[in-house]
């Protein structure tokens, strides 16, 4: 296992956005170093943000067996809903299918591009 190295952490702290160190302190809680969720807390007082009421990701985030969250396929948010995709090659020749999930904002815009498709079996509204 990898030492603890507080000021990468806080540099990283630092830079990330406020949604971001949100889901990590919430979410992804279970996961972090103790250290490192000391590091977030402290950075959110500064921003002055209360993080304490934000409990959506925790409450709508997709978990594992061991109940931490599972992060979206395509950005870190925490994932709300999962399905069958395609890994393509290149981007261009699709390989294999697997199952990829997706945050709120990347499932809104998949079921978008679905119905903008013509695809019937998408009967499901955007998460808000």
């Known amino acids: 296992m990898f030492a603890f190295d507080r000021e990468r952490v806080e540099k990283n702290v630092e830079k990330a956005t406020t949604t971001d160190l949100v889901n990590r302190i919430t979410a992804y809680r279970g996961g972090m170093e103790p250290e490192a969720l000391e590091i977030i807390e402290a950075e959110l007082r500064r921003r002055g943000v209360d993080w304490h009421n934000e409990q959506t ?22 994932a709300v809903e999962q399905s ?36 019937e079996s998408t009967t499901r509204k955007p998460i808000t």
């Open 57 to 78: 990701a925790v409450n709508e985030a997709l978990a594992d067996e061991t109940g931490a969250a599972l992060m979206c396929s395509f950005c870190r948010a925490p």
């Open 84 to 119: 069958w995709g395609w890994h393509w090659l290149w981007g261009k020749v699709p390989i294999f299918p697997r199952r990829l999930r997706y945050c709120r904002e990347h499932a809104n815009a998949l079921h978008a591009k679905r119905i903008a498709h013509g695809d």
